[in-house]
């Protein structure tokens, strides 16, 4: 199908799909009416202002209450400073623009060159992926904590690896399931930044200690090991390894056990290829499926974590595959077994989200695309047009090539700057800066930005991780997008539902929420 080539045929196109994208949202998968925010703000409001304790709390007519470490909490207090209406646009606020961050650091700048056009289909496909629905519709942390993460992969990429650790740390400390990446840093030997990231993590613990020493004790010691304060584990919703076994009726722990322990050692062997490639968005992807795996409990819009695998497979020149499992990852698919998950069907389609994520976790390519390598103890990135080209040398013994900022456009002709050029090698040094340039590659090495340009080639590299972006990837994105329906300001009472399930009149709800755990 050929694309529009007017700006009025491609905005007929935007609007159609977007139209067919909120008429989906609408019918199939019903919005959450901003639950989890409700439990944050009502935990926050009774802590604050009604004496009440963090993990006494409960939303009216559910079992539901604060389920994070007490860190969390301590995050969330000035939401005791607003009205639950201003506690929803702030929070609408803050994932928009982590997911904007998430993506940017994740594709670089290859979203500019699709223009408005290509970043309208984005926005509407990223509005279609159900983690994502669910996350902004239930007021979920999942994507500030997902760009927290990331923010530590950009900055150990581009060598500002001083600072990385604290987003990791920071993320840990709100939830458990981020502390995986400290692991990550292990296996990268990147014994400063998983330093960094633990200290961080215990000092929001030990803060969080200090503000509500009875909390942190009660968590730690009760709340931490009991699982039905978070909902059943046989939940639909649930797509882990746990999540398996407990639709499976397979109760035995040690067989989870030992599950998990086959898992965490295919990502350390597939996490270390990755590192040896050099490719650290790679990395970074495969532990977050792994972290979704493993954890007790993985609720869909826990699944955000996936987003890095897609790129992934569009960097290294797999969009269909990327594409169906998107798709499938749409479709709200694994629901049709909400009432009954028996039977080989329900095996099979009751965790399709789950198998997707240990089939990436299996086949995940490592290893960057067209020769181009990342290394962990640089910020800059190699690029050669051909396996037996080789590499550039400077053209006089006194000077050096140094890698502290991009070239300019004048640097690269090597005609306007006092550049000398080495007649045998085609390469042009400016010995003001030391950019070696090759004009018979047309290829710019921008070591500062990690960017190359290979205008022969017609191929970008401009993934803030170094990474290879396949250009015709559409979805690099800053989306604004995530609609709620209107609560009251009542922090407590407005929870209360009209039926069974506190998020709608459906009986099918993508998340914990809809099914109480039994009494």
């Known amino acids: 199908m050929r694309s529009p080539r007017t700006d009025a045929a491609r905005l007929l196109v935007v609007l159609a799909l977007a139209s067919a994208v909120a008429v989906f949202t609408a019918t199939v998968p019903l919005l959450r009416d901003w639950f989890d925010l409700r439990v944050y703000y009502g935990t926050v ?36 400073l607003l009205g639950l209406h201003t506690a929803v646009v702030v929070a609408l606020l803050l994932n928009l623009l982590a997911l904007a961050a998430a993506l940017r650091m994740l594709t670089g700048r290859a979203w500019r060159r699709h223009g408005w056009y290509g970043c309208a289909l984005a926005l509407c496909a990223l509005a279609l992926f159900e983690p994502l629905r669910d996350t902004f519709s239930f007021g979920q942390v999942n994507v500030l904590l997902l760009a927290l993460v990331l923010a530590d992969g950009w900055l150990l990429a581009t060598g500002r690896g001083r600072w990385a650790g604290v987003g990791i740390g920071l993320a840990a400390a709100v939830k458990l399931t981020p502390a995986l990446f400290i692991g990550l840093l292990l296996v990268a030997r990147r014994w400063r930044a ?104 993985t609720w869909v819009h826990h699944l955000v974590w996936l987003l890095p695998s897609f790129v992934v497979l569009v960097r290294s020149g797999h969009p269909r595959v990327a594409g169906a499992l998107y798709a499938v990852l749409c479709s709200s698919v694994v629901w049709l077994w909400f009432d009954d998950s028996s039977g080989v069907d329900g095996f099979v389609g009751g965790n399709t989200y789950a198998w997707i994520t240990l089939g990436l976790l299996l086949w995940l390519p490592v290893g960057q695309p067209r020769g181009v390598r990342d ?145």
């Open 45 to 80: 409001d009774s802590w604050m202002h009604h004496g009440g304790r963090i993990y006494d709390y409960q939303v009216p007519g559910t079992t539901y209450g604060f389920t994070y470490p007490p860190f969390a909490a301590v995050v969330m207090l000035p939401m005791a």
């Open 194 to 297: 998983a330093a960094v990231a633990t200290a961080v993590a215990a000092a929001a613990t030990a803060l969080a200690a200090q503000v509500d020493p009875d909390a942190s004790r009660f968590y730690w010691t009760e709340a931490l090991w009991d699982t039905t304060r978070v909902g059943r584990l046989d939940y639909i919703s649930n797509q882990s390894l746990q999540g398996i076994l407990a639709r499976l009726g397979v109760l035995d722990r040690a067989v989870w056990a030992a599950l998990v322990l086959a898992v965490l050692a295919v990502w350390v062997l597939r996490s270390r290829r990755a590192v040896a490639a050099g490719d650290w968005q790679a990395a970074f992807a495969l532990t977050g499926l792994t972290a979704c795996l493993v954890s007790p409990i």
């Open 375 to 519: 290394s962990f103890d640089r910020s800059t990135v190699s690029v050669s047009t051909s396996a037996s080209a080789p590499a550039p040398r400077p053209a006089a013994p006194g000077i050096t090539q140094v890698r502290s900022r991009p070239a300019r456009p004048s640097e690269a002709t090597g005609g306007a700057s006092g550049t000398a050029v080495e007649p045998a090698r085609g390469t042009a040094v400016d010995p003001a800066r030391g950019t070696a340039v090759d004009p018979a590659c047309g290829t710019a090495v921008e070591p500062a930005l990690g960017t190359a340009v290979e205008p022969a080639l017609g191929t970008a590299v401009e993934s803030a991780f170094g990474s290879a972006v396949d250009p015709s990837f559409g979805s690099a994105v800053e989306p604004a997008f995530g609609a709620g329906r209107g609560t009251s300001s009542d922090p407590t009472g407005s929870t209360r539902p009209s039926a069974s399930n506190p998020q709608s009149s459906s009986a099918r709800a993508s998340s914990y929420t809809a099914k109480p755990p039994p009494s």
